[in-house]
């Protein structure tokens, strides 16, 4: 049964730490994506990605948050410094892109930044 | 551009009563269509998807959704409501314009008594 996977599952960080979420996507899909969600937000796209390339990261504070993908296997949001309203949960989702367009989400991350 | 509305925040029902989540869309081309259930402390699971092919489509746990163009709806369904089907309910829709991102609703949180 193919499943997204992220890790850490709880990060509990204090302000001005660097933290880093992993992400392995589902083989074979060509498409990731970030999100947050808080209670006052709900869910927020952060970035995507497409064949390992950048698609759109208009959704992330530039200043402070980044996204890579190192390899099809692997894929990371990082946040330095961290700061006390980046306290979220953070899911990753994969998909196979064309033609069905579905996502297939991660249990996500719970950061906590006190 | 593509958007999407969920009709109640919070919608309650008792055990075996008729469950129906709404949810209505925008959207200048023909639109792929997901419901996606969120359980407590867990990520979002796919529970059906509409891609243009049967305007009834039946997904995992019991439910069913009918795309309906004339009224750009997109309802979910379930005959008979179980306590386990207590959860967060959120619709989405493909956002042809930005490549395979989603576009989610701020979802239903679905309370069964018994």
């Known amino acids: 049964d193919a499943r997204v996977t992220q890790t850490p599952r709880h990060k509990v960080t204090e302000m001005g730490q660097e933290v880093t979420m992993r992400c392995q996507p589902i083989?074979?899909?060509?498409?990731v994506f970030w999100y947050r969600q808080t209670m006052m937000q709900g869910l927020e796209l952060l970035a995507y990605?497409?064949?390992?390339?950048?698609?759109?990261d208009s959704g992330m504070p530039k200043d402070r948050f980044s996204a890579e993908m190192p390899d099809a296997t692997l894929a990371t949001l990082k946040i330095q410094p961290s700061e006390p309203r980046d306290s979220a949960v953070y899911f990753c989702?994969?998909?196979?892109?064309?033609?069905?367009?579905?996502?297939?989400f991660g249990p996500g991350t719970r950061l906590t930044v006190t | 551009a593509q958007s999407v509305t969920q009709l109640g925040s919070h919608v309650s029902v008792s055990e075996g009563a008729l469950v129906l989540l709404r949810c209505n869309y925008s959207s200048s081309v023909p639109p792929y269509l997901f419901w996606y259930v969120q359980y407590p402390n867990q990520g979002l699971q796919l529970l059906l998807k509409?891609?243009?092919?049967?305007?009834l489509v039946k997904g995992i746990n019991g439910f069913e959704a009918e795309f309906k163009k004339s009224e750009t709806s997109f309802h979910l369904t379930k005959p008979s409501a179980h306590m386990r089907d207590a959860a967060e309910y959120f619709c989405a829709v493909s956002d042809y314009q930005a490549g395979t991102a989603l576009i989610f609703g701020k979802g239903t949180t679905l309370s069964v008594s018994s």
């Open positions: 083989l074979g899909h060509n498409t």
């Open positions: 989702a994969s998909g196979p892109g064309t033609p069905t367009y579905e996502q297939y």
């Open positions: 990605f497409r064949n390992r390339a950048p698609l759109d």
């Open positions: 509409y891609t243009s092919a049967a305007t």
